[in-house]
T-cell receptor
């Protein structure tokens, strides 16, 4: 398996523009997580899905952020409109259901710069 | 409110010596704990874990210790190698109905040759 795949790897955009980050989890994994990493806060959990259903979105900073998982092999994180303070590295991770399922496998991340 | 804290943002250790990374938590419902390692420009990767029914788990050069009464866990690396230089995150999970998953802010370990 190729692991968790995120695209794009880098995104540079201007304030006010819409940004869409994409993630393909490992096949067969039932959980999908979106994280944001910043120097100040480390790894913050934004939202996670179980079997394509959002379970906990309490980490989503505000209404400008939205996430979807239309099927088991694809998820998006959208920021509209983007702001400079959204600049960070965004990670997607997936994990299995069941015993030992708490180990998360991370993608390489998307580095977002909002100018 | 930070439920998981790694109070040392950075740590430098000489090659061959022991590295000790610490993590404190406040939520008594956490019952499963993991350590991840992260190199620059890569995602975190799983390193070692421990459940709350144990107080120690060892895997090669890596050992995780859990002190439930103190709500403290630590990762020991011995002997430390330059390739261990990375950011280390602790991850605490409560597996009950109100599942919570929280990462610490990370500790940058530098192993000096």
């Amino acid at each position: 398996d190729a692991g968790v795949i995120q695209s794009p790897r880098h995104e540079v955009t201007e304030m006010g523009q819409e940004v869409t980050l994409r993630c393909k989890p490992i096949s067969g994994h039932d959980y999908l997580f979106w994280y944001r990493q910043t120097m100040m806060r480390g790894l913050e959990l934004l939202i996670y899905f179980n079997n394509n259903v959002p379970i906990d979105d309490s980490g989503m900073p505000e209404d400008r952020f939205s996430a979807k998982m239309p099927n088991a092999s694809f998820s998006t994180l959208k920021i509209q409109p983007s702001e400079p303070r959204d600049s960070a590295v965004y990670f997607c991770a997936s994990s299995e259901q069941g015993p030992g399922g708490d180990i998360q496998y991370f993608g390489a991340g998307t580095r977002l710069s909002v100018l | 409110d930070q439920q998981v804290k790694q109070n040392s943002p950075s740590l430098s250790v000489q090659e061959g010596r022991i590295s000790i990374l610490n993590c404190d938590y406040t939520n008594s419902m956490f019952d499963y704990f993991l350590w991840y390692k992260k190199y620059p420009a890569e995602g975190p990767t799983f390193l070692i874990s421990i459940s709350s029914i144990k107080d120690k788990n060892e895997d090669g050069r890596f050992t995780v210790f859990l002190n439930k009464s103190a709500k403290h866990l630590s990762l020991h690396i011995v002997p430390s190698q330059p390739g261990d230089s990375a950011v280390y995150f602790c991850h605490c999970i409560s597996s009950g109905s109100a599942r919570q998953l929280t990462f610490g802010s990370g500790t940058q370990l530098t192993v000096l040759p």
